[in-house]
């Protein structure tokens, strides 16, 4: 994120001027001060703004997880039951079998 700081550089200019710089020099430094100051910089409300952003998703990546496991849990009572169905199944089999001639 890159914000611009608020910088006068007509003020600034001035300010220059009267302390005996040269026009073009306190225009040039004027210049290029603004340039340096806007180039890369973050200010509190940027990261306010990231922290913000990152809590929302981390809590959408929560909300996500809190389904998937219910999902999960659903999915896994219902093979173990039908896992209960087979073994009872297969244990009526087995008596039938056994009775069997």
Known sequence: MTMPIKFDTLEYTKKLTVAG?????????AQALHEALSEG??????????????????ELLKHDMDILKRKVGTLSSLLGL????????????????????
């Open 41 to 58: 910089t973050v200010t509190p409300a940027d990261l306010l703004l990231l922290k913000t952003d990152v809590v929302a998703r981390i």
């Open 21 to 29: 710089v040269p026009q073009t020099q306190a225009e040039a430094q």
């Open 82 to 101: 039908s896992l209960g169905l087979h073994a009872v199944t297969i244990s009526i089999l087995l008596y039938i079998i056994g009775r069997l001639p």
